[in-house]
């Protein structure tokens, strides 16, 4: 049968572990790239095919999942298709690894061979449990000069206990491999240089074939979705039951039970990194379907004439909101394209289609939107990807979403783990003490004598601004992940940024001369040059009090010379904030302007007599 020579296969791991070098390697490997330029695949430099999104290769993450087909002939000469699915590490884009899994019927569990399994590992992990997915697992970077695969491979084996895997998920495949170099082996004293052939025999002889029924009505649920100029939606899936053909009319069943009479336009089965076009796909496969629409991501497409409807997919609900508005500063329309209210809103519902972790909805005024999302990397994506586009918006500090559960409010809290050497151990446990963490395990990392690797249970508020102040607090040597655990009652205050800052009192650019006069007021986020406006936060004050100052005074000029020569003016290097750190370091009275080209810091009211007013009011 045609599905007993497919395998889907979902590939997991944490962040920086080495996953998409993999998925590169393997492609590599299989002779599907012999007329390509090779050499981006050289070195892990920011060539890897699978991360497309310039985002993905500047930072280095899985944002978006993505699949890609290997054909692969075995000693037995019988070809088979190893559909891969290269899903996001980061536990912010859950709503990407929830949907694909689906499509699955095995995961590759893919390990660093120093730092092991880590909290978005165990996230991932626990969602394809719930699928019945079973592990391979691969640790990777064995050639690393301080790895410890024995190590990681008994925490890997206590990781799956803990996630109550049965005995048949217990014993699973072990490989080592090195992705980076393109050799993968099932015995670390037999390592064959530019061989990975054992990664795609233990796909084929330990991933089940799917198990479906060709005969059955047609049964293909929506899990991605994509937009051409040309044919307009693209809905991904898989095939459970049935097939499809070109011009085959199907009922289009949404998350409501609602049925829609569609015809099928054009199928493509994904083949390397691209498509081909076929006029029929068979249960079991992955395709990507034009024609249809409306189309949703959850949908199921369904026999026109006996229709019956897939197990809508559960996502996670947000755990963090935010403000989205019009930038109605000073400044407003000079750099972006799109700064009205209504753009922003379409781009927004544009975004609904394909993430389907976000949720939006109608702010206190027209200009205003309240976008939730899983947590300040998800939402700062968006923003990214905003910018980048021309848009202007502002955005007001994130905030965690409270939950009423008995009448009690409840807060999430995200398990937090912590990897420093030993003498920052105090810095660590000192800086987390008055966040509201409870430490539940603390120990030497095996293998790693002067490393101690911790772990604490902290409110998700507790995170804003942690990080900055963890490397500094380690001179940078500290290593954290966190990723949501669950609700629990709220755990009381946590303290907020204890610096004041510094607003200018006066549009025009920034001198040198006005600097080098408040240069022992704090530091500033502004260069000579740069222009700013009233209202504007130029620099963190080293008190705890908002102060405003004018940072554009010129120096006067008379026709009397000073005895002395001048001195040059002293101006400390500015803090440039990227935009996940600008939105951590701003409190309630503040945002956060995103443009195309600079990320500004402001005050909500401009003018220093409309903020004085609103601070009577308070007290009153």
Avoid at 28 to 33: L, N, P
Avoid at 129 to 146: A, G, S, T
Wanted: charged share 25%; hydrophobic share 40%.
């Amino acid at each position: 049968m045609y599905s007993d020579y497919i395998r889907n296969v979902a590939i997991i791991a944490h962040v920086d572990h080495g996953k998409t070098t993999l998925v590169d390697k393997l492609l590599y490997h299989s002779g599907m790239f012999r007329n390509e330029d090779l050499n981006k695949l050289q070195g892990g430099q920011h060539g890897l095919i699978m991360d497309s999104n310039p985002l993905e290769r500047e930072r280095g993450i899985t944002i978006l999942s993505k699949n890609c087909a290997i054909n692969y002939t075995n000693a037995d000469g019988n070809e088979y298709k190893i559909n891969l699915i290269d899903t996001p590490g980061h536990a912010d884009f859950g709503g990407e690894v929830e949907r694909v899994l689906k499509m699955a019927d095995g995961v590759m569990l893919l390990v660093d061979a120093f730092e092991g399994p880590m909290p978005q590992t165990r996230f991932v992990l626990g969602k394809a449990f719930e699928h019945k997915l079973k592990p391979i697992v691969i640790i990777n970077k064995v050639d690393r000069v301080n790895s410890r695969p024995d190590n990681v491979v008994d925490e890997v084996f206590d990781l799956l206990v803990q996630l109550g895997a049965d005995d048949e998920a217990l014993d699973f495949p072990l490989i080592y491999a090195s992705a980076r170099d393109g050799w993968a082996t099932d015995d670390l004293d037999n390592i064959k240089e530019n061989d990975m052939q054992v990664i795609f025999d233990t796909i084929i002889n330990r991933v089940p074939a799917p198990d479906v029924d060709v005969n059955a009505p047609l049964q293909m649920l929506v899990t991605n979705q994509e937009y051409s100029d040309y044919v307009g939606k693209i809905a991904i899936g898989r095939v459970f039951s049935g097939e499809m053909s070109e011009a085959q009319k199907v009922t289009v069943i949404d998350a409501e039970g609602l049925h829609t009479q569609q015809k099928v336009m054009q199928i493509h089965q994904f083949h390397g990194l691209g498509r081909k076009k076929v006029s029929m796909v068979q249960a079991g496969d992955i395709c990507a379907i034009s024609g249809l629409d409306p189309i949703e991501i959850g949908n199921t497409i369904a026999c026109a004439d006996n229709p019956s409807q897939l197990a809508v997919i559960p996502i996670d609900e947000p755990t963090m909101t935010m403000t989205f508005r019009i930038n109605d500063g000073p400044m407003a329309g000079k750099d972006g394209k799109y700064i009205t209210s209504r753009q922003i809103g379409e781009r927004l519902e544009k975004e609904l289609q394909q993430n389907v972790a976000l949720r939006v909805e109608p702010g206190q005024s027209p200009e205003e939107y309240n976008v939730s999302g899983r947590g300040l990397m998800h939402l700062g994506i968006l923003l990214e990807n905003m910018r980048r586009e021309g848009y202007e918006v502002c955005v007001g500090k994130p905030n965690v979403i409270i939950r009423k559960i008995d009448g009690i409010r409840h807060e999430p809290i995200e398990l937090l783990a912590v990897d420093c050497p030993l003498d920052c151990q105090n810095a660590v446990m000192s800086l987390l003490g008055d966040r509201r963490s409870e430490i539940i395990k603390i120990d030497a990392k095996s293998g790693a004598d002067d490393f101690v690797h911790m772990e604490f249970m902290i409110p998700s508020r507790g995170l804003f601004g942690l990080h900055t102040r963890m490397l500094n607090a380690t001179q940078g040597r500290a290593i954290m992940h966190h990723t949501f655990e669950k609700y629990e009652p709220m755990r009381g205050s946590i303290p907020q940024r204890k610096a004041g800052v510094m607003i200018a009192m006066q549009p025009g650019p920034v001198t040198a001369y006005a600097l080098d006069g408040l240069y022992d007021r704090g530091v500033f986020f502004i260069e000579p040059g740069e222009k700013v406006y009233e209202g504007q936060v130029v620099g963190e004050h080293c008190k705890d009090k908002d102060i405003p100052v004018n940072p554009v005074r010129g120096k006067q000029l008379t026709n009397v010379r000073s005895s002395g020569k001048d001195d040059a003016a002293k101006v400390r290097p500015a803090r440039k904030l990227g935009l996940e750190a600008a939105l951590e370091y701003i409190q309630e009275d503040e945002l956060v302007e995103i443009c195309p080209n600079s990320i500004r810091l402001r005050k909500r009211m401009l003018k220093e007599v409309d903020r004085k007013r609103l601070s009577r009011q308070a007290k009153k």
